[in-house]
């Protein structure tokens, strides 16, 4: 069965600075989609990236990037030039025909 | 990129009490999606609500509890039945939308039910 592991429960980080949360992940597929949700306070979930693991290219959304290393199960995502309103719940998901599996959560500060 | 309306967005409960949580979308999709978010937890899918054939739960979750509706494409009613506190949670639908650029899965606003 497919499990997706986020290691860091809480991180903090001053405005403007980078700042990267750890997913890691396991499957015997080959190929597969994963992806970053954040989650603000309102508790709707906001897609922030997504990975094709056949695309040997990192995905990069504005501020965002992943470092995606398919032999090692691993799927972090970088935020760049933190902005206060980064302040989230950050979920990694592992996408298993539709369904999502996903990883325990890292809450997010970005502090001023 | 698909367009998801829930509804209710917030409601409290009474105990003992049933509450169906509704689910549109903006386009035609396959397959639909239920997930349940306790307090301070990752989200738990509950369900896969198919049309034309009956929901397809996961383990811990069955249909006497979490009746599912598929009437069509682009819409799905999820019901809680018999609520208790434990029931207390957000519920989240969402969908996979296989566009040209490969699978992103969306989802709706949440229902954060309350039972007193």
């Known amino acids: 069965a497919q499990t997706v592991t986020q290691s860091q429960p809480e991180m903090s980080v001053q405005e403007a600075e980078t700042v990267t949360l750890s997913c890691t992940y396991d499957t015997s597929e080959n190929n597969y989609y994963l992806f970053w949700y954040k989650q603000p306070p309102s508790r709707q979930m906001i897609l922030v990236i997504r990975q094709e693991a056949y695309k040997q290219q990192n995905a990069t959304e504005n501020r965002f990037s992943v470092n995606f290393q398919k032999a090692a199960k691993s799927f972090s995502l970088k935020i760049s030039d933190s902005q206060l309103g980064d302040t989230a719940m950050y979920f990694c998901?592992?996408?298993?025909?539709?369904?999502?599996?996903f990883g325990q959560g890292t809450e997010l500060s970005v502090k001023p | 990129s698909a367009v998801i309306s829930q509804k209710p967005s917030r409601d409290i409960c009474q105990r003992g009490t049933s509450l169906t949580i509704q689910c549109q979308v903006d386009?035609?999709?396959?397959?639909m999606f239920w997930y349940r978010q306790q307090p301070g937890q990752s989200l738990t899918l509950i369900a896969t609500a198919n049309q034309g054939s009956e929901a397809t739960y996961e383990s811990g979750f069955v249909i006497d509890k979490f009746p599912i509706s598929r009437p069509n494409l682009t819409f799905s009613t999820l019901t809680v039945s018999n609520m208790s506190p434990e029931d207390s949670s957000i519920y989240l639908c969402s969908v996979e939308d296989r566009g040209l650029s490969g699978n992103t899965i969306y989802f709706g606003e949440g229902s954060w039910l309350t039972v007193v």
């Open positions: 386009s035609q999709v396959t397959m």
């Open positions: 998901a592992f996408n298993q025909g539709g369904k999502l599996i």
